[in-house]
């Protein structure tokens, strides 16, 4: 079954799963566990109770005890293309982009653009949080690093080499009201490079 993080009144924290999503499934094979992606080519909500992994049909699963569905895979599960059994440990991913955007406030955002499978190309941005000082400052933006420490440069295509990301906020002195403006560092290492 599909288990979601659950937040506040036992309600999914994420979005549901949509067409053009990626569904990554726990395998055990001879070489140990991997994760193998399958693209969701179909999601169907369904009547009744919590379903299960299924052969033909796809996985069955709830973000919530009422509103149980379907997943339709597409190829792409690698060198394993058996059967999913019952409690497979699924996770799904989506193509987003985050950008910093003036507003028409005048003030700088850092927004999100999730892929929209059906249209083909990035929603419109929405907000994140902010506001911030302008990227053309320096003070905020986001850098990229390689397993080796060394910069990758944002926009390059290949970003599998991407294992560390560095995120650099600060907002103007304005929005912190009489104190002097704030800042914050975070240093993301992604999971699962080689």
């Known amino acids: 079954m599909l288990a979601p993080a659950l ?6 924290s994420a979005a549901v799963i949509e067409v053009g999503d990626t569904l990554w499934l726990l395998r ?13 080519t179909g999601v169907r909500r369904m009547a009744g109770g919590c379903g299960s992994f299924g052969a033909s049909s796809g996985i069955t699963g709830p973000f919530d005890a009422a509103h149980p569905f379907a997943v339709d ?32 406030d ?7 653009r999730t892929w929209n499978a059906t249209a083909g190309h990035f929603n419109q941005i929405q907000p994140v949080s ?19 420490g060394a910069p990758v440069v944002s926009g390059e295509m290949d970003t599998k080499r991407i294992a560390r990301v560095e995120i650099r906020l600060r907002t103007p002195a304005a929005a912190t009201g009489p104190r002097a403006d704030d800042s914050i560092h975070l240093v993301v290492a992604l999971r699962n490079r080689k």
């Open 28 to 40: 055990d094979g001879e070489a140990g566990e991997s994760w193998s992606p399958a693209p969701v």
């Open 106 to 112: 005048g003030a700088w955002y850092l927004g999100l």
């Open 7 to 12: 937040g506040a009144r036992d309600r999914p």
């Open 130 to 148: 902010g506001p911030y000082v302008s990227p053309a400052s320096g003070e905020v933006g986001f850098t990229y690093f390689d397993r080796a």
């Open 73 to 104: 895979l597409g190829g792409g599960m690698g060198a394993d293309p058996s059967p999913v059994p019952v409690g497979t440990p699924a996770r799904a991913s989506r193509r987003v982009r985050y950008s910093f955007y003036r507003s028409t």
